[in-house]
């Protein structure tokens, strides 16, 4: 079994930060690209970052110069620094894993069950 677990999430005023965590644990073999989604109320899910294996990253549009998605290979874990927050990045993120597990022969996706981030004074 393999699970992601998202923390990091929470209220916050406009132009605040928040630091989003998501850690891969179980039978897992090798992971390569991680990413951050988000997925506001009546919108499709959307890239948020994305960060390979040896570290190479990129960023939709709307948060270059405000995210930055960070990874600890040795603890199987990505972060989101999320920093000048406006109301329109109110959405839950979530993580994804593109991993091989132990024994598996494919790389596949995996999902956490989301944080929710709410920018709002």
């Known amino acids: 079994q393999v699970q992601l677990v998202e923390s990091g999430g929470g209220l916050v005023q406009p132009g605040g930060s928040l630091k989003l965590s998501c850690a891969a644990s179980?039978?897992?073999?090798?992971?390569?690209?991680m990413r951050w989604y988000r997925q506001a109320p009546g919108n499709q899910r959307e890239l948020v970052a994305a960060i390979t294996s040896t570290g190479s990253t990129n960023y939709a549009d709307s948060v270059k110069g405000r995210f930055t998605i960070s990874r600890d290979n040795a603890k199987n874990t990505v972060y989101l620094q999320v920093n000048s927050l406006k109301p329109e990045d109110t959405a839950v993120y979530y993580c994804?894993?593109?991993?091989?597990?132990?024994?598996?022969?494919?790389?596949?996706?995996?999902w956490g069950q989301g944080t929710q981030v709410t920018v709002s004074s």
């Open positions: 994804n894993a593109f991993l091989r597990r132990i024994g598996g022969r494919w790389y596949d996706d995996y």
């Open positions: 179980g039978s897992i073999f090798s992971i390569n690209t």
